[in-house]
């Protein structure tokens, strides 16, 4: 049995930021979390076929750095950050490179839709799904199964059909976007871990009992004691049962998991076989025009940093159903390289691949949480205290400030987080 102040559940970004608020604080914390590192779903990896290249295999960027706490940090430390995003778009219909004139449709076809739907916010009412708020222009602009495919599947990893218009809106991330130079999740363990103190890896919380003047949280180990908790993981891990609340969550607070679900993006990483780039600069984005509603989709970074290897992202429901198979996600990804390069384009790449896996990791369920159309309010009923304020979420699902989803987001509701536990003098008796 070990005594702290404050538990907390998961050594992600929001964990390892409500850490530090609270030593800072003079509070005593524990981390437990169930993998063997920190980072969460920010991590940075060097799976073998890449010969050496790193990979985010998770978050990449640094979003809204107007906003994102991480921006400041990662400056003070000396990191340079780079902007995102500058290299070529290019847009290809059935094998071919679109025309200027084409690439230029498509952009006009992209401000007319996010125009209209961004109206249908601002009118009010129920809160629908996405792609019923783009009206009729859904059946008769061929460009929306390419932008719903985008701005859906792929930005907010569920497809347009199921997704809350309310917190797509709320969730834009229309500011600045940023890499750091070695990787995302190299950047958070390096600024983070350190000042989080003590974090104990390999640690699966199955249960946390929260009646009476404390908390406790068990693992398989053993148990923690402390006058709070408080819970980072994915809402995902939190609808399959994993850890059982004792008593059981409020009926309120469920319903606010079940609104919001996690969305699936996963990466799939191919190496090139010789030295043919296909005439793409370092960072060139490829894509194809969807033809219909629901097409299964895939965008490729060709070369990043200069590398030899493409990552393509596939999302929504077309990410779920790979997600058990990653012989079939490799398949996917290279008959989608054919679309857009013919068939010889296969050759590009030796044999093997690597992809992500998180929608099968039982840690993490998912790549990041959405809204159900009708459950925007569920954000914000995640962040209410419970009993007195010793258990609390926090983490990106709770971000109601257009962060959710992100992993400056996660920073600043772990530090939410520890400040409700400081005000409220909760987490110091046990
Ligand atoms: C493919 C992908 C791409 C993304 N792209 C971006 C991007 O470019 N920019 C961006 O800002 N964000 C991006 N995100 C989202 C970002 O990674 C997350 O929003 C953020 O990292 C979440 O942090 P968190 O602390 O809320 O949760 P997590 O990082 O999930 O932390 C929770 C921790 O809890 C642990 N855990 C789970 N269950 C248990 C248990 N029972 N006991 C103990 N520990 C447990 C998990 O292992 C995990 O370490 C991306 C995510 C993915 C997956």
């Known amino acids: ?69 991480l921006v400041p940090l990662a400056r003070q430390a ?16 059935d094998g071919r490179l679109a025309t200027a004139a084409e690439h ?48 859906a599947s792929l930005i907010d990893a569920v497809d347009a059909p199921r997704l809350s218009l309310a917190d797509w809106n709320t969730n834009q991330l229309d500011g600045t976007n940023l890499n750091p130079p070695n990787g995302l999740g190299r950047l958070l363990r390096d600024l983070l871990e350190e000042p989080a103190g003590p974090i104990r890896y390999g640690a699966v919380v199955r249960r946390i009992g929260w009646n009476g003047g404390g908390v406790a949280v068990e693992t398989a180990e053993g148990s923690v004691s402390a006058g709070a908790v408080i819970v980072t993981v994915s809402t995902g891990v939190l609808a399959s049962g994993l850890i059982a609340f004792d008593p059981v969550l409020p009926a309120e607070a469920q319903a606010a998991i079940a609104d919001l679900p ?30 219909r ?34 012989a079939a996600a490799t398949d996917f990804a290279r008959a989608e390289w054919r679309a857009l390069f013919g068939a010889e384009a296969d050759s590009n790449f030796a044999p093997g691949s690597f992809t992500t896996d ?51 987001g996660a920073v600043l509701d772990g530090r939410r987080a520890a400040a409700a536990i400081l005000e409220q003098g909760a987490g110091g008796h046990r």
């Not at 076809?109 to 783009?134: F, L, S, Y």
């Not at 699936?264 to 076989?273: H, N, P």
């Open 1 to 69: 049995m070990t005594d702290v102040d404050v538990a907390i559940v998961g050594a992600g970004a929001a964990g390892l930021a409500a850490a530090t608020m609270l030593r800072e604080a003079g509070r005593s914390t524990l981390i437990l979390e169930a993998s063997s590192a920190p980072g969460g779903r920010a991590r940075t990896s060097f799976p073998p076929v890449l010969g050496g290249a790193w990979l985010d295999e998770g978050a990449a960027w640094l979003h809204q750095a107007e906003q994102n706490p």
């Open 78 to 93: 000396g990191h340079r950050l780079t902007p995102a995003f500058r290299s070529e778009s290019r847009l290809y219909i």
């Open 358 to 408: 998180w929608g099968t990791d039982p840690y993490n369920l998912g790549a990041y949480s959405y809204a159900r159309p009708g459950g925007a309010g569920a954000r914000a009923a995640l962040t209410l205290p419970l009993g007195d304020g010793r258990l609390l979420f926090a983490g990106e699902a709770c971000r109601t400030d257009g962060l959710a989803g992100t992993v400056g």
């Open 293 to 326: 509603f629901g097409d299964p989709f895939m965008s490729f970074i060709a070369w990043p940093r200069g590398t030899d290897h493409v990552i393509g992202f596939v999302g929504g429901d077309a990410a779920w159903k790979l997600a058990p198979d990653p």
């Open 104 to 151: 230029a449709a498509y952009e006009r076809a992209e401000a007319r839709w996010t125009e209209t739907v961004i109206a249908r916010t601002a009118e009010g009412g129920p809160d629908i799904d996405v792609a019923t708020a783009a009206g009729p222009l859904r059946l008769s602009d061929p460009w929306v199964p390419t932008l719903e495919a985008w701005s």
């Open 262 to 291: 996690m969305g699936l993006l996963s990466r799939v990483v191919l190496r090139a076989s010789g030295d043919d780039r296909l005439g793409m600069d370092a960072g060139t984005m490829a894509f194809r025009q969807v033809r």
